[in-house]
């Protein structure tokens, strides 16, 4: 059976945040590794996120919840309230996938700053985005709806 077909067990050591938390911004909104290719490769539903100096677009995940930590700096989110002009995603292929929509912003929403070791749960559905002045690495937990 190919690795990518099941998910494996995978340790992430406090010094293996510490280094990502450690490294050069890159700018924009990024996945950092090493959990990036991970993630890929072997199924894990986490990733580390860096926004940089950024103001992402609006989304909704029809089908899983996105449960956030914040690691480093603070992260401006805006959730619930109704999404202005929302649109399906595309794929590459040019087919639409209606699980995931997205819009330039949020009218309505509650605005929170997510600090250094603060929690936030977005369930499935519900409108949310975030931006970010500076820098800010968040570990993103996606778990999908039963």
Wanted: glycine share 8%.
């Amino acid at each position: 059976m190919d690795n990518k077909d099941h998910a494996l067990a995978f340790l992430l050591k406090k010094e293996d945040i510490e280094a990502i938390c450690g490294s050069a911004p890159i700018g924009g909104k990024s996945l950092l590794e090493p959990l990036k290719s991970k993630a890929s490769d072997h199924g894990l539903p986490f990733k580390i996120l860096e926004d940089h100096r950024v103001i992402n677009e609006a989304e909704v995940h029809v089908d899983q919840g996105d449960l956030w930590y914040c690691l480093e700096g603070n992260s401006i989110f805006i959730y619930g309230g109704a999404m202005v002009e929302p649109r399906v995603k595309v794929r590459k292929d040019g087919t639409e996938d209606k699980t995931e929509l997205f819009a330039k912003e949020i009218s309505g929403g509650t605005t929170v700053i997510l600090k250094p070791g603060d929690w936030l749960w977005i369930p499935a559905g519900e409108p949310h985005q975030h931006s970010c002045p500076d820098t800010a690495r968040l570990m993103i937990i996606k778990i999908p709806v039963k």
